[in-house]
Nanobody, 124 residues
Framework: QVQLVESGGGLVQPGASLTLSCAAS????????VGWFRQAPGKEREFVAA???????HYADSVKGRFSISRDTAKNTVYLQMNTLKSEDTASYYC??????????????????WGQGTPVTVSA
């Protein structure tokens, strides 16, 4: 059973940067696909980024060029570096782990293991 704990959320101004961490236990992140999803109040959970066990990365169009996902196998942790944050990035951010196929990498249903989430608020 993989357990995930997110950290690093907070309140930042537009244009700022923030790095989220997803620490895993009970499993090795390099053997799973690990994704970041976000959910704003009243909206559905949406895909943000993922790093597959193959090390390939995938991004939602809305964050491509601004966000970067990476993995530190020594720390068993996956990071989401978020740059040039916008107000529309405000949401609770969740990391998730699974072994789904590539075609399902963007779907929350492809990840059986989830963290508790960390809030990100981008506001002046």
């Amino acid at each position: 059973q993989v357990q995930l704990v997110e950290s690093g959320g907070g309140l930042v101004q537009p244009g700022a940067s923030l790095t989220l961490s997803c620490a895993a236990s009970g499993g090795t992140v390099s053997r799973y696909n690990v994704g970041w999803f976000r959910q704003a109040p009243g909206k559905e959970r949406e895909f943000v980024a993922a790093i597959r066990w193959t090390s390939t990365t995938h991004y939602a169009d809305s964050v491509k060029g601004r966000f970067s996902i990476s993995r530190d196998t020594a720390k068993n942790t996956v990071y989401l570096q978020m740059n040039t944050l916008k107000s529309e990035d405000t949401a609770s951010y969740y990391c998730a782990a699974g072994t789904t196929v590539l075609s399902n990498i963007h779907s929350p249903g492809g990840y059986p293991y989830w963290g508790q989430g960390t809030p990100v608020t981008v506001s002046a």
